[in-house]
């Protein structure tokens, strides 16, 4: 069975700080994706990141930066000079790749992320 | 591009009633997924609909059902309704298909529905 554990259940700090959010998954599967939402308190969840695991490059884009890591079956997100805006749930995600039955994203518990000025 | 639009936002309903949730998703977006969240669940997957079919289905019981129409809508229905049934319900469409990766699942903002 797939797992997702983000072990962060709340992360605050100060505006302009760096901060990391972990994310560890398990699973059988050799084929599967990764993924990143954001919830900010409207309740939507924003997609921010897919990643397949073929693809172990690390990532950045502005401010974000992702950094996947097959041998220790982490996909943590960092961000740089944190804003008040980024204040929110994380969620990291696993999806198995399952053909013709279809997809469904295992989520972990999310981290709360609170960015003071 | 309109996004994932779901209706009603916000319902009230007593236990033992049924409820129906509907979904709209992207245009050309044939896969449609719903999810529940709730502070002690978290996010839990319900199923999944491609070409109206349920392709996938959770650990929910029998109480909780959906379908999916030709212009990819799709509506997921709870009879008898529990209070554990209050919760926040997600819905997701993808540009999967048969045998094609999935991209990012674009979620819309959900029906928060409390039982009473």
């Known amino acids: 069975a797939q797992k997702v554990t983000q072990a962060q259940t709340e992360i605050s700090v100060v505006e302009k700080e760096d901060v990391t959010l972990d994310c560890v998954y398990e699973?059988?599967?050799?084929?599967?994706?990764l993924f990143w939402y954001k919830q900010p308190p409207s309740g939507e969840l924003v997609f921010l990141i897919r990643?397949?695991?073929?693809?172990?490059q690390n990532e950045i884009s502005g401010r974000y930066s992702w950094n996947f890591q097959k041998s220790t079956s982490s996909f943590n997100f960092t961000i740089t000079a944190s804003q008040v805006v980024d204040s929110a749930v994380y969620f990291c995600?696993?999806?198995?790749?399952?053909?013709?039955?279809?997809?469904?994203?295992?989520f972990g518990k999310g981290t709360s992320l609170l960015v003071t000025p | 591009k309109a996004g994932v639009t779901q209706t009603p936002r916000y319902l009230i309903k007593t236990r033992g009633q049924q409820v129906t949730l509907s979904c709209s998703p992207i245009?050309?977006?044939?896969?449609v997924s719903w999810y529940q969240q709730t502070p002690g669940q978290g996010l839990q997957f319900l199923f999944e609909?491609?070409?109206?079919?349920?392709?996938n289905k959770g650990n929910f019981p029998g109480r909780f059902s959906g379908r999916q129409f030709s212009n990819s809508r799709s509506e997921m229905n709870v009879s008898t309704l529990e209070l554990g049934d209050s919760a926040l319900y997600l819905c997701?469409?993808?540009?999967?298909?048969?045998?094609?990766?999935?991209?990012?699942?674009?979620f819309g903002s959900g029906t928060r529905l409390t039982v009473v």
């Open positions: 245009s050309g977006h044939r896969s």
């Open positions: 990643r397949n695991s073929f693809d172990e």
């Open positions: 997701a469409s993808s540009g999967t298909g048969q045998g094609v990766k999935p991209y990012g699942y674009t």
């Open positions: 609909y491609f070409s109206e079919t349920q392709r």
């Open positions: 699973t059988r599967d050799t084929t599967y994706y």
């Open positions: 995600a696993l999806s198995e790749a399952a053909g013709d039955s279809g997809y469904a994203l295992n």
